[in-house]
């Protein structure tokens, strides 16, 4: 490729860097799947790239785009594209996670692009589960490989019509269904949801445990859930220290304008920094791999 690929990081994160005016579309697809593969997340900088491009190149790269029925943050559809998203709508830190790890149904690729960056401030953030479960210490090693986490909401019924796209309750109930969620209708057609999963996932080639879950996203917005699958809190020393050790091995990307990330959701937890710029413009495709993974 007429690129430079510096590292993100020590192990994880590639950057192809656009140092001869190539289209981004114009890159040699099996190399990027490589990368990819190698190195769990891609960062594209320096292409000429528009919301088209983007559309275009994700198109060339990925399949089965969702449009994030049953997610709990609100997003934008962007030029009537269901599937093209703009991030979530305030400005706070949103701790590490796997992007919709509170349900069955997950995006195993995610595709971030930005419009507008920040003036300040505002940075996405990538950890490594693999390399995050090998830095726990033994005894945390030890909890979340016995105890599952158990995910729960309340939601009235402007909020499950919001996140299910659907006024229908027999809709919500197949899509319950379908993710393994526990759901109960109340008096006030407000509903109740429950999941339950581990923490700690099996890699794609089945050989290194990851550590990849929403317990610090989740945590940090409600610090009533998740729990234990036995319902025991977690306690917030254990949360420190998960926050402390993943810390430590976090790469920031500070975005530049038509720059393009390429995140492997069953290996990488992403977050972001709080910022206060109005401007800030981040878009998200959430999808699977259009090659075999
Ligand atoms: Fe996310």
């Known amino acids: 490729m007429k690129v430079n690929t510096p590292l993100l990081s020590e192990n994880v994160g590639q950057q192809i860097i656009n140092k001869d005016n190539v289209n981004i579309l114009d890159l040699d697809r099996e190399e990027i799947i490589n990368l990819f593969k190698s190195y769990g997340f891609l960062l594209f900088r320096g292409f000429e790239n528009s919301v ?19 997610g709990v943050f609100n997003r934008r559809v962007i030029n009537g594209n269901a599937t093209i998203l ?38 996405t953030i990538l950890c490594d589960g693999r390399q995050l479960f090998n830095e726990l210490s033994s005894p945390l090693k030890e909890l979340f490989s016995n105890k599952k986490l158990k995910y729960f909401g309340h939601l009235n019924k402007e909020g499950w019509q919001n996140k299910y796209k659907t006024d229908d309750l027999r809709v919500v109930e197949q899509n319950c269904r ?33 550590f990849i879950n929403s317990l610090l996203a989740a945590k940090h917005i409600n610090p009533n859930t998740p729990c234990f699958d036995d319902d025991s809190e977690i306690p917030d020393d254990i949360v420190s220290e998960l926050n402390e050790v993943a810390e430590r091995i976090t790469t920031e990307i500070s975005w530049q304008t038509g720059d393009i990330l390429m995140v492997d959701n069953t290996r990488i937890m992403h977050g972001r920094r709080a910022f206060s710029d109005n401007q800030r413009d981040i878009y998200l495709r959430l999808c699977s791999p259009a090659f075999p993974f």
Not at 107 to 122: I, T
Not at 185 to 208: M, T, V, W
């Open 86 to 123: 703009s991030v979530n709508d305030f400005k706070d830190e949103i701790k590490l996670h796997g992007e919709m790890y509170y349900q069955q149904d997950i995006p195993l690729m995610l595709w971030f692009f930005c419009a507008h960056p920040a003036s300040q401030d505002g940075e």
């Open 178 to 210: 379908n993710n393994n969620l526990l759901w109960q209708i109340n008096e006030d057609e407000s509903i109740d949801l429950q999941f339950i999963c581990p923490a700690i996932h099996p890699s794609r080639c089945g050989k290194y445990p990851t």
């Open 52 to 70: 088209d491009t983007f559309t275009q190149f994700t198109n060339s790269l990925s399949t089965d785009f969702l449009d994030y029925t049953g």
